[in-house]
Every structure is written in structure tokens, then in C-alpha cells.
């Protein structure tokens, strides 16, 4: 259709083009006050097709690369918040935590088998169940209420990205209190630290760092950052928390939708993510498996 289209498109042109051709095969044959005439006609109507469709082909073009541009604006934009969501989301279901993109990669990967399974022998902290999962669903819904972003995603993305909010804030309540019992003592291994101690200046108040203590006496590193619910959980942030059947069956439905809602996100919009560079330079991050099914 779009073959048809486009011949279509360019056939004015080129039966403009064709007849000043026969112009100037008639002019070679007249008399040379009408020869000139024609030769005129002729150079119009081959000379005006030319500059026109040169016109609209960079124009084209320059649409194209705006276009392009504002795709990818758009895809940073809601990749980093995405990317932002797994950080929070995923040490409530994998298990052992692992470093940086590892975990968001280790969850992207599990279905709800491998899900179900962790959750038997694995009890998430408080301090990932206190997440303030209203900071996230804030954010996915300041990015539909930007008019160039909204206008730039498609009815399905659209849609894709309601439901993802409605699974965030589906979220606070799967993570209750009410669904949770101590599943150990907490660990001495980590600390917590309100962001505010390290940057007095962070316009993240309820922002708290996560901090391992290392091999090396007296030093911490940062194992994880999030933004907390204080006092949802009134008991150590650092204790390990079991959930019961109710509470299993909310986590792993909210999780599944929020990464069945991400998948339709990366199969519109390409198997990868772009993150935020200064200048708009791109890093392109390829998530394997579960966004190339």
C-alpha cells in the first residue's frame, strides 16, 4: 500500500517532467519563434516539478530527523523512569539482590514459575516493602500529563502506560503491613541513611540510602537508594519480611502486569533502553530474553 502510495505521490511530477520533454521534441521541430516558445514551456515545466519535489523531499527529510528527535526524547524520558520502577520493584521478588542493571535484567527475565518459587525460601526487607510507590506512580503520570510526550505515544502505549500506573499504585497495598510477618532477625550487614545526611541540598526528602558495611572497617558502601513510606512498617527497615499466601499472590500479579505493561512498551518502541546522556548522547542497554520474545 505504502509502494502504491508513493508512486502515486511523484506521478504529477513525473507527467510534468514528461510533457516538457515533449515540448522541447516539438520545438525542434517548429518554426524558431514558436521553437522558443516552446522551448520556454518546456524549461517550466521540467524546471518546477524539480525544484518542488526537491522542496518537499527536504522537507521531508528535516521532519523526519524532528520526529526522530522527539521519539527519542520521549523513549529517555520513559525508559529512565522505568529502569527507576524495576530498581524499586525488584528486590521484592528475585531473591539475593545483585549490583546495578543485574537485577533489573534478572527480573526481566522470570516469569511468574520462577517468581512464586524465590518467594518460598526468600523473605524481602522492610525497607523495599516501605517503598513509597506514590513517588512512582507521580512520576509516570507527570510524564502523560507533558502534552509533547502525550502526543507522541500511540493509543496501545497510551494505554499500556495506565495500566502500568494502576499496577504501581496497586503496589501500596500488596506491600501492607497486613499481608507481612518477620521472617528473621534484621541484618547487621546493612544500615540505613536518610539521603539529606550525605546532600544536605537533595530535593529528595523521603529519599534513604541503603549502605553495606565492607571488608574494611568503619566503611559503607551504597547497596541500594529508595524513596520510603516512613512509618508504614513500625518495626527495623532492616528485617526481613515474609509474606503469606494473600500477600504472595498480590505481589506477584501486580509485578507480572507491571512487566507485561514494560514488554508492550519495548516491543513498540524497540528492545532496548536509552539512558540519559548529557547533550542527548545515547547509551543503548539491550535487555536479552524476555524483551526479544
Known amino acids: 500500500m505504502n509502494y502504491v502510495y508513493s508512486i502515486l505521490k511523484r506521478f504529477p511530477y513525473a507527467i510534468a517532467i514528461i510533457a516538457g520533454l515533449l515540448f522541447y521534441l516539438l520545438a525542434s521541430l517548429t518554426s524558431d519563434n514558436l521553437s522558443g516558445l516552446l522551448l520556454n514551456i518546456s524549461a517550466s515545466l521540467v524546471t518546477i516539478p524539480i525544484v518542488i519535489f526537491s522542496y518537499e523531499a527536504i522537507k521531508e527529510k528535516v521532519a523526519k530527523e524532528d520526529n526522530r528527535d522527539l521519539s527519542e526524547y520521549v523513549k529517555m ?35 511468574e514459575e520462577k517468581m512464586r ?5 526468600y523473605s524481602p ?8 510507590w506514590g513517588y512512582s506512580e507521580d512520576q509516570f503520570a507527570l510524564l502523560l500529563a507533558n502534552e509533547l510526550i502525550y502526543n507522541n505515544l500511540s493509543v496501545d502505549e497510551r ?22 510477618k518477620k521472617g528473621g532477625d534484621a ?3 546493612y ?9 544536605q541540598v537533595t530535593k529528595f526528602q523521603n529519599r534513604y540510602l541503603l549502605m553495606a558495611k565492607t571488608k574494611k572497617s568503619n566503611e559503607l558502601a551504597v547497596a541500594a537508594f529508595n524513596d520510603l513510606k516512613m512509618g508504614k512498617y513500625k518495626i527495623d527497615l532492616l528485617t526481613p519480611m515474609k ?11 501486580c509485578t507480572l502486569e507491571i512487566l507485561e505493561c514494560i514488554s508492550a512498551w519495548s516491543q513498540s518502541r524497540g528492545k532496548d533502553f536509552l539512558i540519559d ?7 543503548r542497554t539491550r535487555l536479552k530474553n524476555r524483551l526479544e520474545q
Open 117 to 121: 518459587k524465590t518467594l518460598e525460601n
Open 277 to 283: 546522556s548529557r547533550n542527548f548522547r545515547m547509551k
Open 77 to 111: 524520558n520513559i525508559d529512565r523512569e522505568i529502569l527507576s520502577l524495576l530498581n524499586r520493584v525488584s528486590p521484592l521478588v528475585i531473591g539475593t539482590p545483585t549490583p546495578g542493571l543485574n537485577k533489573v535484567l534478572k527480573l526481566l527475565n522470570m516469569n
Open 159 to 180: 494505554n499500556a502506560f495506565i495500566r502500568l500506573i494502576k499496577a504501581v499504585r496497586t503496589l501500596e497495598y500488596a506491600t501492607s503491613p497486613r499481608f507481612y
Open 243 to 253: 509474606p503469606n499466601n494473600d500477600g504472595k499472590e498480590l505481589l506477584l500479579s
Open 125 to 132: 526487607m522492610a525497607y523495599y516493602l516501605a517503598t513509597d
Open 187 to 189: 541484618n547487621p550487614k
Open 191 to 199: 544500615t540505613i541513611v536518610k539521603g539529606s545526611e550525605i546532600d
